[in-house]
């Protein structure tokens, strides 16, 4: 960067040079002064190196310079120091901070033009480098063993001697990828090919998102379609792909043949790889977009920390005091014997000799209680299969104040059953499901068990079946494999339907698509085939209905609903089916006045809620729809917010056929654990994303509040007098529980924190944020990818091997099988970790006061003398052994 000279003053630096004894404009001076310095000083290594990379710079921002005259060029100036420093701050800028992410245009099979950054993930805490100073510091930070540091190496001098000295590689951008079947992916792809004709893969993302289900991939179709993979190399294609994002559930791009007019396809989620997933079936061929920190993998890790119990930093904190009484004593001692002679010397032995009032061996023998008690944790026979991953803490488990749970998959199974079907005028439960299946077969077969006199009414009901059951046989995302022999596995993406001699298996990215779709099939309506473009469903009467899939809209977290649009092959109807939660579904069909009171009801049984609606489209409708949907999804800004303004131009005026009720069973002893967990005085609050009143109903059925506790369910709010207005009429009532959704808690969080924590902290069971508004201890608890972010922050973290895998497992300071453990977890080895770790900290000290004590009435009696009462091992043998035992 380079300053204009307008601004500086000539005469000013003539006047500074020549110690403001000349004129401001005598030439004669301003000459004399610049021949006599030396023009080489002026001309530094930095002057240099700032001159290159201004020029460098303004090359590359073809910015334009004005050019002086060299005897305009002032000697020393102001404006030229700031340039330099800047130059230098640019710099290192540039070097050493964080790399700006862009977005790229990939060449397919050649080299890419542009730097990116090695294939090479590193999530290890220390290199060779930090490794010594960090550990270093880690044990440095506590002033105890910084203290003992110090001692030992004052020993080295003699005169205040006391005692015995023995007391990953290169860039991959642009290249192409093989990837066969149970391989994990090592780069961000862009997925080209499969070995399905389809361009179908499936993945898991068990080390992305801690989910065990299997997901769908499909190819470019414009590469799919090449007949072998070398032909990859001998087309001319480029790929637009965003800048590195952390949200691993979007991406935006767009594929382009260059030597083929109109050949744009858009790019989206389900056309890539992440780093980490593993290839289930088949083999995929990508090309690499993001390589090793720009990876969406490696993006969204976050750094480990190292924890540290409340008992060390109380410790630490006593020794400092222990310190602050050494120096006193010694101050004590040193005016007593008098301020004379090389008193310091004195001073420093008498530090010395007290110094066992701050006993070495506390944090030695603090470090082997922990160890021994990890080591009974991981060895009862009440609590088999955990495990102990962090040592160092074990007795923060007996100081907990608050654990945070999650719900689905901790507190419940994540083993969905449909217990519920509303259709409005009728209800059937698990119990008259077998009412479906005859009117289900009377609607297929022509048949009608009724009498001939048979009513409207009865009619409409059966149509009514009828289509919610097949709405729910055909709008999801799960695909079906017929395998020889009885197979069985463990795992919710994988769950198998037995016959006498073969097993459908449902391969489903969630465990309520796929308890809704083996419904229909013990009803009667059973998905036969599923692929990319077509379903065929098996009825009741034998005979096969198939359907074309035209287009797909997966669930986000965002939309909350899944839709289908398909075409029935045998009449040529098309149908647009969508299921989703009720908040955003009620505003989508038509009015009815049921569907809130019955979504109510369901919610208070503890049931998951989904409502079903459908449309029927001409082919005109669907042949328009079709052409806005393409030229959205081929825009590489505001994508999403064009594909779904798109959509919700269809999703108006839809006919609600049904509501499904699915429960998701509790985990065995779940009421008896969180009973005791909260007798004894621990609060509990729990996470959910379901309903508000699926969460109360949860809470109550699992124990979590008590029969007799009240609940005060947070209303909606939206604005600063809303969230005003709430917390008031919940601090006037008395021991209630607070249920509060995500919405109403960040509003509230945006204008009345302070207030909010007071009351939420009060509060047997609420949502989140404790550590900083509280100081108490926190555990938190979870199953799956999603919770290690908590399990990490949490004082104590638990992990739970769960069906979502293992990743919060591994992830957590303790791992334990089942949700039940957990109050013997805490309140019998959380107890006695403490107890005995307290115990041990203040006889350790105790032991320490008192040979100090010995010596302070040694020195005094024997004149003050600065001489260590007891010599060589028997200290040591003191501090350790001798003493040992009794604490053990």
């Known amino acids: 960067m380079e300053y204009p000279l307008q601004d500086f003053d000539c005469g000013h630096e003539t006047e ?11 030439e004669m001076d301003v000459h004399t002064a610049r021949t006599n310095r030396n023009p080489k000083r002026r001309r530094s290594i930095g002057n240099i190196l700032c001159s290159f990379y201004n020029k460098m710079d303004n090359i590359e921002s073809q910015s334009n310079i004005t050019k002086t005259s060299k005897e305009d060029i002032p000697l020393i100036t102001k404006a030229h120091r700031e340039s330099s420093w800047s130059c230098w701050c640019t710099l290192f800028r540039k070097c050493c901070g964080p790399r700006e992410l862009r977005s790229r245009n990939i060449l397919l099979g050649k080299a890419t033009p542009g730097q990116f950054p090695a294939n090479a993930v590193r999530n290890q ?26 001692m030992a190496i004052s020993q080295f001098v003699p005169d205040i001697r006391i005692g015995y000295l023995y007391t990953y590689w290169g860039p991959l951008v642009g290249d192409l990828i093989i990837v066969d079947k149970d391989e994990r992916v090592p780069a961000d792809l862009v997925l080209l090919r499969t070995s399905e004709s389809s361009g179908a893969v499936f993945v898991r993302t068990d080390q992305l998102d801690g989910e065990t289900d299997w997901k769908l991939r499909l190819a470019v179709p414009a590469t799919q379609k090449l007949s072998t993979d070398h032909q990859l190399f001998e087309i001319s294609a480029s790929i637009y792909a965003e800048k590195p994002q952390k949200d691993i559930h979007s991406f935006i791009g767009t594929f382009s043949r260059l030597d083929s007019l109109n050949s744009d396809e858009s790019l989206d989620l389900e056309n890539t790889l992440w780093t980490n997933c593993v290839i289930a079936s088949g083999q995929a061929t990508g090309v690499v977009i993001y390589t090793g920190p720009e ?40 005016a007593l014997k008098g301020f004379s002679g090389p008193w310091y010397r004195y001073m420093f032995r008498f530090i010395l000799l007290f110094s066992y009032i701050i006993p070495i061996s506390l944090r030695v023998n603090l470090d082997m209680g922990k160890s021994f008690y990890s080591w009974s944790i991981g060895k009862d026979p009440a609590m088999k ?12 488990l007996g100081r907990i104040s608050y654990l945070l749970s999650d719900k689905t998959g901790t507190l419940t199974q994540n083993s969905m059953v449909l217990k519920r079907l509303h259709l409005g005028t009728v209800s059937y439960a698990a119990d008259s499901f077998d009412e479906v299946t005859s009117v289900l077969k009377s609607s297929f077969t022509g048949s009608d068990s009724s009498s001939a006199a048979a009513s409207k009414f009865r009619r409409s009901e059966k149509t009514r079946i009828r289509d919610a059951v097949q709405a729910l046989a055909l709008c999801h995302n799960i695909f079906s494999s017929i395998l020889s022999g009885s197979i069985t596995s463990e795992t919710e993406a994988d769950q198998h339907l037995q016959t006498p001699d073969k097993a459908v298996t449902y391969q489903a990215s969630s465990p309520d698509e796929v308890a809704l779709v083996q419904w229909t099939q013990d009803v009667g309506l059973t998905l036969s085939r599923r692929d990319l473009s077509s379903m065929q469903l098996l009825g009741p009467d034998g005979r096969l209905l198939n359907y074309a899939i035209l287009q797909i809209f ?6 909350k609903r899944m839709g289908i649009i398909v075409k029935d092959l045998n009449t040529g109807e098309i149908f647009f089916y969508l299921k989703g939660a009720d908040v955003v579904m009620s505003a989508i069909v038509q009015y009815t006045d049921w569907l809130e009171e019955e979504v109510g009801n369901m919610a208070r049984d503890g049931l998951r809620t989904l409502v079903v609606a459908k449309k029927i489209l001409t082919e005109e409708q669907y042949l328009d729809f079709e052409t806005r949907y393409n030229v959205a999804r081929l825009s590489t800004t505001d994508r999403v917010t064009r594909v779904a303004q798109v959509v919700e131009s269809l999703e108006r005026e839809m006919e609600l056929l049904c509501i499904t009720g699915v429960e998701d069973k509790l985990q065995d002893n779940v009421r008896a654990t969180l009973e005791l967990l909260r007798n004894a005085g621990i609060k509990i609050w729990m996470l959910t994303g379901d309903k508000l009143e699926t969460a109360t109903c949860i809470a109550k059925s699992s124990r979590l509040v008590s029969r007799t506790q009240g609940l005060h369910i947070f209303k909606k709010v939206v604005t600063r007098t809303d969230a005003h207005l709430e917390l008031n009429a919940y601090r006037r009532k008395q021991d209630c529980a607070l249920v509060i959704s995500g919405e109403s808690l960040e509003v509230c969080l945006s204008y009345y924190q302070q207030e909010f924590m007071e009351l939420a902290t009060a509060a047997p069971a609420v949502v989140q944020l404790i550590q900083k508004h509280t100081g108490k ?21 638990i992990g739970i091997e769960g069906r979502e895998g293992k990743q919060a497992s591994l992830a957590g300071d303790f791992s334990i099988p089942q949700f039940s453990h957990l109050a013997r977890l805490l309140l019998v080895h959380g107890r006695k970790s403490y107890k005995r770790s307290a115990s041990l900290a203040q006889f350790v000290i105790h ?6 004590t010995m010596q302070a009435v040694f020195s005094s009696v024997f004149y003050l003398s600065s001489v260590a009462l007891y010599q060589g091992f028997l200290m040591v043998g003191y501090a350790t052994v001798y003493t040992m035992f009794p604490v053990s």
Not at 554 to 559: D, V
């Open 385 to 396: 299969g955990t495990t102990v991953r962090c040592t160092t803490i074990p007795e923060e």
């Open 847 to 852: 032991r320490g006061l008192i040979i100090s």
């Open 554 to 559: 997966p669930f986000t977290s965002e939309t």
């Open 125 to 150: 805490k220390y290199n060779i480098i930090t490794f010594l100073p960090l550990v270093l510091y880690q044990q440095f930070k506590f002033f105890l063993n910084l203290y003992f540091l110090i």
């Open 295 to 334: 990876t969406r993998s490696v993006m969204n890790n976050s750094a480990p920390r190292s924890k540290v119990g409340l008992l060390d930093i109380e410790v630490n904190t006593i020794t400092k005091l222990l310190f602050a009484a050494v120096i006193g004593l010694a101050l004590l001692m040193m």
């Open 777 to 797: 201890r926190t555990a938190a608890v979870g199953d799956g990818g999603n919770d290690v972010s908590m399990i990490q922050q949490a004082d104590a973290g």
């Open 16 to 26: 500074f040079l020549l110690g403001h004894s000349s004129s401001h404009g005598s």
